[in-house]
């Protein structure tokens, strides 16, 4: 099993800044895609970002492309998304999420995830 914590989150104004930590544990050899996922009130969980555990490609949503930014820290198991220029349209829970198989925007092919983090953005 896998265990996924996400921390970072809380209450910013437009334009402000904030940024998300997600730290991995237990069997987590083998891990190969992490990824950010956002669900807001009465809406579907949508993509945000992911990327390749060993390293290599990145992807975006279109709607936070310029904004966000996906780094991991291999040495301490953690994925992080440095959020920029945010808006009241990015306020949802944000959730990490992993795969050991395959890298997707598609939330039903991740098998790990964590327990969300609330993210609130004012106008």
């Known amino acids: 099993q896998v265990q996924l914590v996400e921390s970072g989150g809380g209450l910013v104004q437009a334009g402000g800044s904030l940024r998300l930590s997600c730290a991995a544990s237990?069997?987590?050899?083998?891990?190969?895609?992490m990824g950010w996922f956002r669900q807001a009130p009465g809406k579907e969980r949508e993509f945000v970002a992911f990327?390749?555990?060993?390293?290599?490609?990145?992807a975006y949503a279109d709607s936070v492309k310029g904004r966000f930014t996906i780094s991991r820290d291999n040495t301490k198991n953690t994925v992080y998304l440095q959020m920029n220029s945010l808006k009241p349209e990015d306020t949802a829970v944000y959730y990490c999420?992993?795969?050991?198989?395959?890298?997707?925007?598609?939330?039903?092919?991740?098998?790990?995830w964590g327990q969300g983090t609330q993210v609130t953005v004012s106008s």
């Open positions: 237990g069997r987590t050899f083998g891990m190969y895609v």
């Open positions: 990327t390749r555990w060993s390293g290599g490609s990145t």
């Open positions: 999420a992993a795969d050991r198989s395959i890298a997707t925007s598609h939330p039903d092919d991740y098998d790990y």
